[in-house]
């Protein structure tokens, strides 16, 4: 399956660029602070044959829109919510958040539980904790 490029619509109206490429069950993968959907292709080859992968650029970044919403967890975590309705048939998927794209994972289970299958994290902390 070729790499498919979708556009979701952020509650503000911001549009989120969305790339799906695999097959299998769905994994949204969320990138870190300033990241864009392309610092998950290393893993693409390994995950592309057992998932449909759903990679997306944060607002703001890439060639998702800013938008006119105040970027706050919340927020973020109601944009992942957007990417799934667009790019996936399934009402609950499995979730990859690396970095602050883990607090915002940690959020979309929060705040959209019944849409978070299963929840991996990587180099990531709670939302709210203060580095050292």
């Known amino acids: 399956m070729a790499e498919e490029r979708l556009t979701a619509i952020a509650g503000d109206g911001a549009t989120l660029a969305v790339s799906v490429d695999g097959e299998g069950a769905p994994l949204l993968l969320i990138p870190g602070l300033g990241a864009t959907r392309r610092v998950f292709d290393p893993l693409m080859p390994a995950l592309r044959t057992r ?15 800013r938008g006119t919403a105040p970027i706050t967890m919340a927020a973020l975590a109601a944009d992942a919510v957007a990417v799934v309705n667009a790019s996936s048939d399934s009402e609950a998927i499995d979730t990859f958040g690396a970095s602050m794209g883990g607090v915002v994972a ?21 939302p709210g904790a203060q580095a050292i």
């Open 51 to 65: 998932h449909r992968l759903i990679r997306f650029d944060p607002r703001g970044v890439g060639d998702s829109e």
């Open 106 to 126: 940690q959020q979309l289970v929060v705040d959209h539980r019944d849409r978070v299958r299963r929840l991996i994290l990587a180099a990531t902390q709670p």
